[in-house]
C-alpha cells in the first residue's frame, strides 16, 4: 500500500477525528501574529483577534494600517466603537488613499454616535 502510519484505506475518519486534526493543523500553521489574529477573526474569535492585532502592531511596527484597520473590525465585531474609531483613524492617518480605511473610520464613527 501507499498510506503511511495505519491510513484508513480512504474509507471517512470520523468527525472528531478530523476537527481534532484540523485544530492541530490551524496551531501550526501560524507564522504571525498577524496570520493568527486573521485566522481568529475568521473563526469570529474577535476578543483573540484584538489581542493577536495588537501583538502584530507591538512587534511588526507601528506603521501597518492593515492592522490598525483589522483590529478595528473587530472592536467593532465586539460593539467596541470608541476603541473602533480610535483604530481607524490610525489606519488613514498612516495610507490616507486607502479606501477600506476610510470605510472603517466611517463605519465606526456611525455607530459609536449611536
Known sequence: GFSKGG?????????A??????????DQ????????????FRDRNFDKAVEMYGVAI?????????????????YCALGKFGRALNDAKI??????????????LGYAAEKSSQ
Open 91 to 104: 489606519a488613514v492617518s498612516i495610507d490616507p488613499t486607502w479606501p477600506k480605511a476610510h470605510f472603517r
Open 29 to 40: 500553521k501560524h507564522h504571525s501574529p498577524k496570520e493568527a489574529a486573521d485566522c481568529a
Open 7 to 15: 491510513g484508513t484505506g480512504g474509507s471517512a475518519r470520523s468527525v
Open 17 to 26: 477525528d478530523i476537527r481534532a486534526r484540523t485544530k492541530q493543523h490551524n
Open 58 to 74: 507591538s512587534s511588526h511596527g507601528k506603521k501597518d494600517a492593515v492592522l490598525y484597520a483589522n483590529r478595528s473590525a473587530a
